[in-house]
């Protein structure tokens, strides 16, 4: 069952998606845009957890039901922060991240 | 054997009164307590006078001596198997001569204090307090052993200081009993440290171990040595710093005077007849040790007493407060038997030295407790202190005057007085041991007749004073002792102590040495005539005397600035240069050690806070970058 | 239900009971109610531990009960007592007793106010009834900790400063005394056989000497911290002056003297060999304490200050005492703490009264009060008497015990820095008599002062109670000596044993 693409490429789109997220997450004020990029990052793992298994353990479904898994935590995860987000922005009126800073010493 | 359990009711009685004062004391009338506190001092002069007789007179000699007997003693405090504090009764000549005079006088204190406290605030609680200081001496002179003494002593201190503040809102009186407190703990210190190395030498505090002239503790010889004295001679030169902080011998002697801020007849008990002999007392209880086993010591008794003596009579020459005058004579004539007691031999004719000590103490405690009730009694008409606002009272206080008259003839050593007999005893024991101090001694008799008399011509003869109102006689309560005391200074003379009194107990034999007896009479009499000259009218001689020795007279006058030594050593060593560093080593050095640690991690919390920053992508950025490097850490470097 | 546990419970059922009163009012009586219980049990107690004496009962500890409550570590609930913790259960409940009184007007908080109160004498309590390393530790903690908030909620000045200083110090120690303990846990069977907490057990082995070398420093200055060693002692003028009545008659009376019996109890008795080897180094510390205290006592101007120097002095004579390791020595070791636990607690209880009267601690604004409040006053002599060793007064036969057991000592240096420490005797006359002469005597300087009242009926009971146990230990010393002699008797057997001196 070899389709032919070379795992490389999947490993090189995770990688670039992993790091997109995180460059997101650090450099975007506004709390929704660094929830998506969270969401990139998640996915890349995703990605990165079904070429593992595609191409090490073909026969065996471990890293589909962590894919599954991530998947519904994320879902999960979006609802919870989007509740979140919308507290805080009831809270201090914004969503920019910068003033959201009550959690210090 | 005769029993003499008995005795334990003559110091428990004062001390159940005082429980019973003080406690009750607020409730029941004025009148009231006084003559329960006198009742009490009166059955306990009966039983002190029935232990005396049956003692000298019916009690067992052995090979003619008066033995030593335990009437009572159980254990009070167990410090180690032989180490214990016992309270109980000891009978032996001294002793038993103590129990007369304190409870003589102290009646005597007792009655007219009936008279002289009348009306003040505080009756009650006067007559509390004489009945605690009552107890505490009857149970220091009747101690089995040295602890129950300094016991006894600390408590007589304590009643002292309450006695001499009793006027509580007068700052002076309070000034006083601190002082008198702080003084006399002082050399008490030196007395509690010479208990330590005595019993830590001879593993006993019992008086009758200790003093037994064959015994181990005399035997020893002295034990070992520490910077050149025996350690026996060391302990018995603190012991005797207690006796001369008691005593107020040179150099503590500085709260004596002072003390006179309490009532006058405080001064008369406590601060004449009893509790300041406790010094002489104690080198008396001590003394066979001192004898045999420490004459170094000894030695620094005769000297101290010596000293204390001139210093004391040349300065109660220029004082012009009567009562001040009578301490000085006070510490003069104790000194005298410090020396007596420092000149004494243990035994046979060598002990005359003792027997004299002890018999000027008896004589002494008469008459200047005579003086003293009738300084009160002068006191109590005048409403003055000071001779200079005095004279011509004889024609108002008849009774006062003439009794004070023979007090004044008994302390200048005139024949057939008692006092001439018991200084002249004491200037034999000097002459023949030491021709120095029989100088000095005899000069000193010269000063006290003079200073007596200057005493005397001033208050009751001298310039005719305008009083505001006429001096009145005081009431019967205080002319009757008076009355009392000065039979017992006239008679007590024949009294003979060489066959009841003594070093070993037994029987002394002296005689009255005329070699001695005739020059101590006449500079008595010397000392009497200058008096006259200068005193008996009003004269310019003192004043132009007083001009020409300006630099002598302003110096005793002034007490030869002991008192400003004291005040520069406590106020400024003891407060500023040792009290004020210590407090503010503690708050600045020791606290500020503690609160720099404190202020240190603090500081370093607040330079470490910014961390914890709020800001969500900082720590994610932290986060990450920490990761990336353990990654780098563990793939690259890890190898 | 033995008789020792109940020291535990009745203050566990009166705070209970006091957390489900509703009225305030109520809660000071309970209090009372129970503390005198409480006082009652201590009285019934010494004469159940004499009768058993007498009975001819002589085990070490009496009344023994031993529960197992963690068993991988072995730590037993272990409670046993010889006439030393007689005694010292005695001087806590007659203390607490007096406290709740001087603490009756308590308004703020005083539901809470009490159940601190009580829950600090609990641990106090479970402190000397233990014979379990560690259950001891746990009862010393739960003493310690109601301070912080009694000091910090109730005080006085800069409270929260004091209470955090006096906690933290605290704190500190007992860090110390933990790693001592366990330190001692794991020498306890150097056969390999089960480690134990247990006192008495480990009284039998021998802790190898290096191990000794290092935990007996560490349990000593533990509980010197507590005990006012110098220089650990910072935190007692601060803290004293900050609690309110109550805390510092409590503190100063019987929390200080669990640093003494720890030393006591703990450091020397189960350590002897090091104890007898480093103790030069504390007595030099001790006498330090026992002398600067007392001068440090002469410069304060705050009542509290002075006291608290005062206490820095007298608790630092009975470190000094337990380090002479005799039974003279130690035996005024222990009526010196039960001694100073009642007149410093007296003074304490005292001059809370005067500052509810005068509203003011400083000497210098005082003067005169012997004619306005002549009861107080008296009671205030009577004290200062106590505290310069007045015979007839518990501090004469505890410093007198001390001093000549503490001459016996072979060494001539041992003598020599005893002279040192008898002489704190004058200096602490100095300011007693400083105190007294301005604050009592004299003519009454402030207007205001005309006007005050004397003792109200529970400020009497307070006073009477600490007075006639002064009075009651100094006239008749022969039996508490004797009590506690006894029980010393087979500590100073071991410790001879190891060092024949």
């Known amino acids: 069952m070899n389709s032919g693409i070379p795992v490389q490429y999947f490993l090189i789109l995770a990688t670039v998606m992993f790091f997109t997220g995180i460059y997101g997450f650090l450099t975007r004020r506004n709390l929704i845009t660094i929830l998506m990029s969270v969401e990139l990052i998640l996915n890349s793992v995703n990605i990165n957890f079904l070429a593992f298994n595609r191409y090490l353990y073909p026969h065996k479904l471990e890293g589909m039901f962590f894919s599954l898994f991530i998947i519904a935590v994320a879902a999960s995860e979006a609802a919870v922060v989007i509740a979140i987000i919308i507290n805080i922005y009831r809270r201090f009126t914004t969503i920019n991240v910068e003033d959201v800073n009550e959690m210090k010493f | ?107 005597m204190v007792h009655i007219y204090s009936l008279g002289y406290m009348k009306d003040e605030k505080g009756f009650e609680r006067f007559f509390a307090f004489l009945s605690l200081f009552s107890f505490s001496m009857l149970g220091l002179v009747l101690a089995t052993n040295i602890f129950q003494m300094y016991i006894f002593w600390e408590l007589v201190g304590v009643s002292s200081f309450l006695l001499i503040g009793f006027y509580y809102q007068k700052p002076s009186a309070v000034r006083a009993s601190k002082k008198a407190f702080i003084v006399t703990r002082f050399a008490d210190l030196g007395f509690l440290i010479g208990i330590l190395i005595l019993s830590f030498n001879t593993k006993t505090f019992d008086f009758i171990t200790l003093t037994n002239p064959a015994g181990s503790a005399i035997a020893q010889g002295g034990g070992i040595v520490f910077l050149g004295l025996s350690v026996m001679t060391w302990s018995m030169i603190f012991v005797f710093m207690g006796g001369v902080g008691k005593s107020a011998m040179f150099p503590f002697h500085i709260w004596l005077p002072d003390a006179m801020e309490g009532p006058t007849p405080v001064s008369a008990l406590i601060h004449a007849a009893t509790m300041v002999v406790a010094g002489v007392y104690l080198v008396a209880r001590m003394f066979p040790i001192y004898a045999l086993s420490a004459p170094v010591a000894l030695n620094v008794v005769a000297w101290v007493g010596a000293f204390t003596s001139l210093f004391a009579a040349v300065i109660a020459c220029t004082q012009t407060d009567i009562k001040r005058v009578l301490a000085y004579s006070t510490m003069s004539q104790i000194g005298y038997m410090m020396l007596a007691l420092g000149v004494a031999g243990y035994g046979g004719h060598e002990g005359l030295g003792y027997m004299a000590s002890m018999f000027h103490l008896f004589t002494h405690a008469m008459f200047k407790a005579l003086l003293f009730l009738g300084a009160g009694a002068i006191i109590h008409a005048v409403h003055s202190n000071y001779m200079t606002e005095m004279g011509g009272l004889r024609k108002y206080l008849p009774v006062t005057h003439i009794t004070f008259l023979i007090a004044c003839l008994t302390i200048a050593g005139i024949p057939p007085l008692s006092g001439f007999f018991s200084k002249d005893e004491i200037l034999a024991a000097a002459f023949h041991s030491n021709k120095l101090l029989f100088a000095i001694e005899y000069a000193v008799a010269g000063l006290t007749a003079f200073y007596m008399f200057r005493l005397y011509f001033s208050i009751f003869w001298g310039k005719d004073t305008q009083y505001h109102h006429t001096p009145q006689e005081a009431p019967a309560t205080m002319t009757v002792p008076l009355i009392i005391l000065a039979v017992g200074s006239v008679f007590s003379g024949i009294i003979p102590f060489n066959k ?77 240069y040792i009290s004020d560093p210590v407090a503010w080593f503690d708050r600045h050095i020791v606290d500020g050690t503690m609160n720099t640690i404190a202020s240190v991690t603090q500081n370093f919390s607040f330079r470490i806070r910014a961390f914890q920053s709020g800001q969500l992508q900082k720590y994610a950025f932290v986060f990450i970058t920490g990761a990336i490097m353990l990654a780098i850490l563990f793939i690259y470097l890890w190898k | 239900m033995d008789i020792l546990s109940l ?28 503390m005198g219980l409480q006082l009652l049990m201590a009285a019934s107690l010494v004469f159940l531990y004499l009768a058993a004496r007498h009975a001819g009962n002589s085990d070490e500890m009496l009344f023994v009960k031993d529960y197992l409550w963690f068993k991988s570590l072995n730590i037993h609930y272990a409670v046993g007592v010889d006439g030393i913790s007689v005694a010292m259960i005695t ?8 406290g709740i009184f001087a603490s009756w007007e308590v308004e703020f908080l005083r539901k809470e106010f009490f159940v601190s109160l009580i829950l600090l004498a609990t641990g106090v309590f479970g402190f000397f009834i233990s014979i379990d390393l560690f ?26 400063y004091s209470a955090m200083k006096l906690t933290l110090m605290l704190m500190g120690g007992s860090a110390l005394i933990l790693v001592g303990l366990l330190g001692i846990y794991f020498n306890s069977s150097p056969g390999g056989s089960q480690l134990t907490f247990n006192i008495l057990e480990i009284s039998k082995v021998v802790i190898p000497l290096p191990a000794q070398r290092i935990f007996f420093p560490l349990t000593f200055v533990g509980f010197g911290v507590l005990g006012a060693l110098f220089p650990f002692h910072t935190w007692s003028p601060d803290g004293h002056a900050s609690a309110p009545t109550a805390v510092s008659m409590l503190h100063a009376g019987v929390l200080m003297k669990l640093g003494g019996y720890g030393a006591f109890r703990v450091a020397i008795f189960l350590m002897p060999e090091a104890a007898h080897e480093l103790s030069w180094i504390f007595i030099i510390l001790t006498s330090i304490s026992v002398i600067y205290g007392a001068f440090g006592a002469i410069a304060q101007k705050d009542l509290k200050y002075i006291n608290a120097y005062s206490s820095v002095s007298h608790c ?86 001390i001093f000549v057991g503490a001459f016996q000592h072979p060494e001539l240096f041992y003598r020599i820095v005893t002279i040192l420490a008898v002489s704190s005797i004058v200096i602490t006359a100095v300011y007693i008599l400083r105190v007294v002469a301005i604050l009592l005597l004299g003519p009454t300087t402030n207007e205001h002062f005309e006007h005050l009242t004397d003792a109200k009926w529970f400020e009497k009971i307070s006073a009477i109670t600490l007075i006639g146990s002064v009075a009651a230990i100094g006239l008749a010393p022969f039996w508490l000596s004797t009590m506690i002699g006894t029980s010393l008797h087979p500590i100073i057997e071991k410790i001879l044993a190891l060092n024949p001196f």
């Open chain 2, 1 to 107: 054997m005769i029993n003499f359990s008995y005795t334990i009711w003559i110091p428990l009685l004062p001390f159940l009164m005082f429980i019973l004062l003080g406690l009750a004391g607020h409730k029941l009338k004025p009148k009231l307590s006084g003559l329960l506190g006198t009742g009490g001092l009166g059955i306990i002069t009966v039983l002190s006078y029935i232990t005396a007789f049956k003692y000298f007179f019916t009690s067992e000699k052995v090979d003619g001596a008066y033995q030593k007997i335990t009437a009572l003693n159980f254990t009070w405090l167990q410090f180690t198997d032989k180490l214990h504090i016992d309270l109980g009764v000891l009978l032996d000549p001294i002793s038993v001569m103590m129990l007369v005079v304190i409870s003589t006088v102290s009646f």
């Open chain 2, 500 to 576: 009841l009194v003594t070093s070993d107990g037994k029987i002394l034999e002296s005689e009255i040495e005329l070699m001695i007896a005739i020059p101590s009479v006449l500079i008595g009499l010397l000392g009497i005539g200058v008096a006259y000259i200068m005193y008996r009218k009003e004269s310019a001689i003192p004043d132009r005397l007083a001009a020409t020795f300006k630099y002598g007279y302003k110096w005793a006058y002034n007490k030869f600035y002991i008192d400003e030594l004291y005040l520069f050593v406590t106020k400024k060593i003891i407060f500023r």
């Open chain 3, 7 to 34: 020291f535990i419970v009745i203050p566990v059922l009166t705070i209970t009971a006091i957390i489900f009163l509703k009225d305030a009012h109520q809660v000071r009586l309970v209090s009372a109610f129970g």
């Open chain 3, 91 to 98: 001087l806590t409940s007659l203390v607490v007793f007096a």
């Open chain 3, 135 to 160: 259950t001891m530790f746990l009862f010393y903690e739960l003493a310690v900790i109601p301070m912080y908030l009694l000091i910090g909620i109730w005080g006085t000045g800069p409270k929260e």
């Open chain 3, 316 to 401: 630092g004579l009975v470190l000094f005492a337990v380090l002479m390791m005799n039974q003279t020595a130690m035996n005024g070791a222990i009526i010196q703490m039960i001694s100073h636990g009642l007149m410093t607690a007296l003074f304490f209880a005292l001059i809370g009264m005067l500052y509810g009267r005068t509203h003011t601690r400083m000497i210098n604004e005082m003067g005169g009060l012997m004619k306005v409040i002549p009861f107080l006053s008296v009671c205030y002599v009577i004290a200062g008497l106590a505290s310069l060793g007045l015979p007839g007064l518990s501090g004469f036969v505890a410093e007198m015990t």
